[in-house]
């Protein structure tokens, strides 16, 4: 018999996500795996967000209009993309919690069963809500309505 979870995925009070998982849903499997996973990308707010570690030029006229500095060392302070999807090859990004959250199903989906698309409504024996609220994102895991035990996950700042 699997360890039953949910995930639940908020962004400003709506679920814009529900997952069930039918195995391994503990804090110290799932839950460290949501942890991981958040805190292997960076959150943005479009592509000028993902620009603070590395300039990244959307295409030949983002170039043409932010070069003013000896072209050479231009050239090598940047990488051409097109569009965000390019930058994501170096460093995971996620541009918002609806993408976060997409990116999420596609890493840990890998073929049929285990990981299920659910209601809001659905409740396991361990409940994860991730809210993301100006700013922040918290990751807090419910067990059941039985025990009424809460495992807050370290939150994570977003960025962007």
Known sequence: MGTRSTTKIY???????SLYKQFDGSPEAWGQDLKSFIE??????????????????????CFAEAWGQDLKSFIESGKFVNGISGAASDLRIFN????FALQLVCHFKDGPGGLYAT??????????????EE???????????????VYSIKPHQLQG
Not at 40 to 61: T, Y
Not at 135 to 147: I, Y
């Open 40 to 61: 292997s990308g960076k959150f943005v707010n479009g592509i000028s967000g993902a620009a603070s570690d590395m300039r990244i030029f959307n295409g030949v006229e």
């Open 119 to 132: 209601t809001e409504d659905d409740e396991q024996e361990y409940n994860y809500v991730l809210t993301a």
């Open 11 to 17: 962004s400003d009070k709506n679920c814009i996500l």
């Open 135 to 149: 700013n922040s994102l918290t990751l807090k895991c419910n067990e059941d309505r039985k025990f009424k035990k």
């Open 96 to 99: 918002g919690v609806e993408c």
